[in-house]
């Protein structure tokens, strides 16, 4: 899990990068939490959906926002934050020119940002979008969804509640061969913590992406659209 120092907008970025299993292996970007509110590339979920796509033999990448650990530059309300993202994109192609897939995944203001980046890279071919922040953000941008994916969300999210989170997914416009789907976590908050003192439903989050993860890498490949 080396650290490596790629250039954004605003200046470094710091990151970790994992190399793929073999050449051609497909890759993953990793988006974390709200910078203003502690988000950085260490938050369990984000680390979490790091050893995810490790595990299945990604080359995967997650990287700190700008003004979070040694990336350069201050906070910009999400517009800095989507070029730093593109510029994380770019640097883990660079890496891996042959990939056979590219995906994005993200938690809470990174799964927001995530699935902006979804709609301007047309080589993006699935997300997992954990606890988007959709009653502070507005997701109607996602007109139609242009890839497959999947939003887990926690029934005791007080950042967006489990029934506005379902009728977001319900407003998703999609295209031909596209589909996304909800995950459930029950008794989970925003953080998937639970009601009680030392209650956790991380291991939950990490299910329920593993097995979306599992069931899309082990379907046919999508046949081309306009997008590629």
Known sequence: M??????????????????????GAPIALILHG??????????????QLYKLF????????????????????????GMGELSDAASALDYLQTMNPNAEQCWVGGYSFGAWIGLQLLMRRPEIDGFIAVAPP???????FLAPCPASGVIIYGTRDSVTTA????????RIRTQKNIKVDGA??????????GRDPG???????????????????AAPPRPPTSKR
């Open 34 to 47: 709200h910078p203003r509110a502690g988000g950085s590339m260490q938050d369990r979920v984000t680390v």
């Open 54 to 77: 490790t595990s299945k033999g990604f080359g995967v990448l997650r990287f700190n926002f700008r003004g979070i650990g040694r990336s350069q530059g201050i906070f910009d309300n």
């Open 199 to 217: 209650e956790d439903h991380l291991a939950d989050v990490e299910r329920h992406a593993r097995e979306y993860l599992e069931r899309r890498l």
């Open 184 to 193: 459930i976590v029950e008794g989970a908050d925003h953080f998937f913590r």
């Open 2 to 23: 080396p650290e490596v120092i790629f250039p954004g907008a605003a200046g470094r970025v710091e990151g970790r990068y994992q190399e793929p299993s073999k050449e």
């Open 163 to 170: 029934q506005d989170m379902e009728r977001v997914i319900g």
């Open 134 to 140: 959709a009653n502070h953000y507005d997701l109607s």
